[in-house]
């Protein structure tokens, strides 16, 4: 079979994609990513006790606003990067909008109180193991999203596994906020942000090699 022969028969299977397609996919990735991540959560940290209580206050709707914001940024990255030439500029703006904004209320929160009062803000109960949590929650997601990726086209290997453990993080953060009974700013600004972040450099790594053509 000559070059144009094969040309014409491969464009003659073509079928029309409907639009929306790659939002799609990583929609279905978000929502068996969460549902693993609260799966682990479930049998092996348990949801706080007072959780009908929380969930009447304003901080645990405020912590999970953030993460949640934090995985539409890695969300719309992903999907702009999952295409060639793919440009994830937008969602990178949007992504640290949300951090500055968070973290400068948290900023200011902290400095209205004593030292000894920041110190125990920053420390919590739990700064010891809130990002490694979320980073474990993270690892079933992360590897759906990667395998995603490897499926369609980017030809941004590292940015498009960054972006899509920014996605898995910010997933299992809310999630894990199920579990937390951590309420400040400061605490969630730093070891919830340090998980999300922490994870998107895990999938820029494996995203390097794994996501390469």
């Known amino acids: 079979m000559r070059t144009d022969e094969l040309i014409d028969a491969l464009a003659a299977e073509l079928r029309p994609v409907r639009g929306g397609a790659i939002q799609r996919r990583f929609a279905a990735v978000a929502a068996a990513g969460a549902l693993a991540a609260l799966v682990i959560l479930l049998v092996w940290l348990g949801v706080r006790p007072d959780l009908d209580a929380a969930a009447g206050g304003r901080m645990f709707w405020m912590k999970a606003s953030y993460t949640f914001a934090l995985a539409l940024a890695g969300f719309w990255a992903s999907e702009r990067l999952a295409r060639p030439a793919g440009s994830g500029r937008k969602a990178l703006i949007f992504g640290l909008a949300v951090l500055a904004l968070f973290g400068g209320v948290a900023v200011v929160k902290a400095l209205g109180v004593s030292p000894l009062e920041r110190l125990l803000m920053l420390k919590g109960q739990s700064w010891s193991r809130c990002t490694l949590n979320i980073l474990l929650l993270s690892l079933p997601m992360l590897g759906l999203s990667l395998w ?19 996605f898995s993080g910010g997933v299992a953060a809310t999630i894990y906020g ?14 919830y942000t340090l998980g999300v972040l922490g994870c998107g450099v895990i999938g820029a790594a494996i995203g390097r090699w794994a996501l390469r053509w």
């Open 148 to 166: 995603m990726l490897r499926r369609l086209a980017p030809t941004r290997p590292t940015a498009a596994g960054f972006a899509a453990g920014v």
């Open 178 to 191: 199920l579990h937390c009974a951590e309420t400040a700013m400061a605490f969630v600004g730093v070891w």
